[in-house]
């Protein structure tokens, strides 16, 4: 199966970490990913991981992998006003293509 | 360099109406991708290309068309616009299986209102 499962939305307040969770399906996964997209443009990819690491940190934000339950989730250090933003997990299902989440609203909060 | 350039940016048609969708990439990418985004629903995958003169179905395809004739443009089609596609396109590259850890590089989107 390729379905990429999020919540839809978070709410933070400034200054505090933001989790987002994902669970995925496809056990084969090489790699997976964190895109960011703010309004009215496109996505950006923010990090990934490849699948036989645990844990991958890049300045605030922290990936952690739980291949056991198909868990990935993003931890942003210290969240601020632009961090607010749209942010989707995705899996390589195969050799070409990408199975992306909905997508987690986040709305950092003063 | 510009990356991915998607053209028009915005775009309302009348259903029944036609046009095409350019996308643009200059990172020597192989591969290519239409998606489209509606509320609550991420991307969907429409059509995908893996090379100049190759194209391929996604999740939903129906009602679309895709060309690639020069390795660096994919174009999307809409023969005959419905308001069902109305929605955000993306088009998105990639330098395909041996550097899959670069992930996609996505254009700025177009948004297709159908009326």
């Known amino acids: 199966g390729e379905d990429v499962e999020q919540s839809l939305f978070l709410s933070v307040r400034e200054g505090d970490s933001s989790v987002i969770n994902c669970t995925y399906t496809?056990?084969?996964?090489?790699?997976l990913y964190w895109y960011k997209q703010e309004p009215g443009a496109g996505l950006q990819l923010l990090t990934y991981?490849?699948?036989?690491?645990d844990m991958k940190q890049d300045q605030r934000l922290t990936v952690l992998l739980n291949k056991k339950d198909k868990h990935l989730s993003l931890r942003i250090a210290d969240t601020q006003t632009g961090d607010s933003a749209i942010y989707f997990c995705?899996?390589?299902?195969?050799?070409?293509?990408?199975?992306f989440g909905a997508g987690t609203t986040v709305t950092v909060r003063a | 360099n510009a990356g991915v350039t998607q053209t028009p940016k915005f775009r309302v048609l009348k259903t029944g109406q036609s046009m095409t969708l350019l996308c643009a990439q200059d990172m020597n990418h192989e591969y290519m991708y239409w998606y489209r985004q509606d509320p609550g629903m991420g991307l969907r995958l429409i059509h995908y290309?893996?090379?100049?003169?190759?194209?391929a179905k996604g999740e939903v395809p129906d009602g679309y068309n895709v060309s690639r004739l020069k390795k660096q443009n994919f174009l999307l089609g809409l023969e005959s616009a419905a308001p069902s596609q109305t929605s955000v396109y993306f088009c998105a590259s990639s330098y395909g299986t041996f550097q899959a850890h670069y992930g996609y590089t996505f254009g700025s989107g177009t948004r297709l209102t159908v009326v």
């Open positions: 496809d056990s084969s996964s090489t790699y």
């Open positions: 290309s893996v090379g100049e003169g190759t194209t």
């Open positions: 995705a899996e390589n299902v195969n050799d070409y293509k990408l199975s």
């Open positions: 991981i490849f699948s036989n690491m």
